[in-house]
C-alpha cells in the first residue's frame, strides 16, 4: 500500500477556524466603539505627561516678558499581555459527529475570545475606583476627586459622593466635565457627549434621556438632559451601578493595543490519530488621563 501522509487537522481547520470567524463577526464589538485601538508592533508602548505653559500673565510698562516652561511629569506604560487557549478533537469524536458537536465547539472558542477581550476593556472602568488598580499616568485612580496638577492644585473627575444615575448626577458630572482644567489650571473646554452605562441602567437611561420633560416630577418643568447625551450600553459592565460620562473617541486617553491579532493553528498528533486547535493572541488595554471622562460608582 502507498503511504499516506496524515491530514486531518488541515481537513478540519478551515471549516472550524470559518465558523470561528464567522461567530466573532456575529457579535459586534463593544470595546472598540468607546477605546482607541491601535496596533502596536513594540513590546511595549509608553506614554509621557507634558504640561504645556500656563496662562500669560500682565506686562507692566518697561518690564521683561515673563518666562515659563513646560513641566514634566509621570510616564505610563502599557504592557501587552499573552493569551491562549486550546481544545483536542479524538479521531473517534471527528469520525462518529453527527451533531455538529465540533462546529459548537468552534463557537465556543469564539465566545471566548471574544469574552475575554471585553472584560479585559471592561475592567478598566469597573476598577477605575478602587485604589490599587486603573491608575493614570498622574499615579492615582482614573476616576479620582483629588487629580494632582503638574501645575499645583487638584482636579476632580467623579462625583463628591456616589451618585446613582439621575438627573441631579448628570447634572453634577456635566458641570466637573464642562469646568475641567489642564495640568497648568487652563480650562480645557472638552465637552461631554456620551453616556456609558451597565444594562441595568439602561431604562432609566431612556426615561431621562428622551423625556420632553423632567422625568419622576408632575410640574412640567422642561428637561435640560433631552438628547444631550448619546447613550451606550456595555455589556461586560458588570456593576450594576457605575455609569460613565465621556467625550468623543478623540476627547479621552481610554485605549488599548493590538501586539498580535488572534492566531488560529492546528496539529495532527501520530500517536492518538487525533487534532490539536488554539488560539494566541496579546493586546494591552488601559488609560493614559482623566481628561475627557467623569463617572459615578452609583448609589
Known amino acids: ?13 478551515p471549516g472550524l477556524f470559518s465558523v470561528i470567524y464567522e461567530d466573532l463577526e456575529m457579535h459586534p464589538e463593544e ?22 505653559l500656563g496662562a500669560v500673565p500682565t506686562k507692566p510698562e518697561g518690564t521683561p516678558i515673563s518666562l515659563d516652561e513646560p513641566i514634566q511629569g509621570g510616564s505610563l506604560r502599557y504592557t501587552h499581555v499573552s493569551y491562549g487557549l486550546g481544545f483536542q478533537v479524538t479521531r473517534e469524536m471527528w469520525d462518529d459527529d453527527k451533531y455538529g458537536i465540533m462546529r459548537r465547539v468552534s463557537q465556543d472558542f469564539a465566545g471566548s475570545i471574544r469574552q475575554t477581550v471585553e472584560a479585559a476593556f ?3 472602568l469597573i476598577n477605575a475606583f478602587t485604589a490599587g488598580t486603573t491608575k ?24 463628591a459622593t456616589d ?10 458630572l456635566t458641570l466637573l466635565f464642562e469646568k475641567m482644567v489642564n495640568e497648568r489650571g487652563l480650562l480645557k473646554r472638552t465637552m ?11 431604562f432609566k437611561a431612556g426615561e431621562i434621556l428622551h423625556s420632553a420633560y423632567k422625568p419622576y416630577t408632575g410640574t412640567n418643568e422642561i428637561n435640560v438632559m433631552q438628547g444631550r ?42 500517536m492518538t490519530k ?7 493572541f496579546r493586546f494591552s488595554a488601559g488609560v493614559t488621563y482623566w481628561h475627557g471622562v467623569c463617572a459615578s460608582n452609583g448609589a
Not at 444615575?165 to 453634577?172: A, I, K, N, Y
Not at 456595555?234 to 476627547?251: C, E, I
Not at 487525533?274 to 494566541?280: I, L
Open 1 to 13: 500500500m502507498p503511504s499516506t501522509r496524515g491530514a486531518f487537522s488541515q481537513l478540519l481547520a
Open 192 to 202: 461631554p457627549e456620551q453616556v456609558w452605562m451597565p444594562p441595568d441602567i439602561q
Open 31 to 52: 470595546y472598540s466603539q468607546l477605546f482607541n485601538v491601535y496596533p502596536s508592533e513594540q513590546a511595549y508602548e509608553e506614554d509621557q505627561l507634558i504640561a504645556g
Open 274 to 280: 487525533g487534532a490539536s486547535f488554539s488560539v494566541f
Open 136 to 159: 493614570t499616568i498622574d499615579g492615582v485612580t482614573l476616576f479620582n476627586t483629588a487629580h494632582p496638577l503638574l501645575g499645583g492644585g487638584i482636579y476632580s473627575n467623579r462625583s
Open 163 to 172: 451618585v446613582a444615575f439621575s438627573v441631579t448626577g448628570l447634572q453634577e
Open 229 to 270: 447625551f448619546t447613550p451606550y450600553v456595555n455589556h461586560y459592565l458588570t456593576n450594576p451601578t457605575q455609569w460613565f460620562m465621556t467625550a468623543a473617541k478623540r476627547g479621552h486617553t481610554l485605549k488599548g493595543y493590538w501586539r498580535t491579532q488572534p492566531q488560529f493553528d492546528s496539529q495532527d498528533d501520530f
Open 122 to 124: 471592561a475592567g478598566i
